[in-house]
């Protein structure tokens, strides 16, 4: 059985893995866009991200989500990852941290 801080320590190494996958045409992570609504991680070992994209007719969607699925799955203790793709709420520029928005030269 995993400890509170042991789950928290995955969603941890979650969040580092998705600051580590970019949308293709913009040059900052998605977790940093604020593209990540949700991560939810259960001691049975599966990750629930739930997610939106900068657009709903999105090209890349399929490849962003794949990546989630595959970068994810590498995370220790992570057995199943299940990406919900939401456009509630719809995205937009203020989810994005300060730094993605610094980087974007949008302040």
């Known amino acids: 059985m995993m400890t509170p801080e042991e789950i928290l ?13 970019y949308d293709p045409e913009i040059p900052v992570n998605i977790y940093d866009l604020g593209l990540i609504y949700e991560i939810d991680f259960t001691p049975d ?3 629930t991200i739930r997610m939106t994209l900068t ?17 994810v799955g590498k995370v220790k203790h992570v057995e199943q990852v299940n990406v919900i793709l ?3 709420p719809v ?6 941290t300060e730094e993605a928005l610094l980087e974007l030269n949008l302040f």
Request: a negative charge.
């Open 9 to 21: 320590q995955v969603e941890k190494d979650i969040i580092l893995t998705l600051k580590n996958i």
């Open 55 to 71: 657009a709903p007719n999105c090209p890349m969607a399929d490849i962003l989500v794949e990546d989630v699925n595959v970068q």
């Open 86 to 88: 939401t456009f509630d």
């Open 45 to 47: 070992g599966v990750a």
């Open 91 to 96: 995205w937009d520029k203020s989810m994005m």
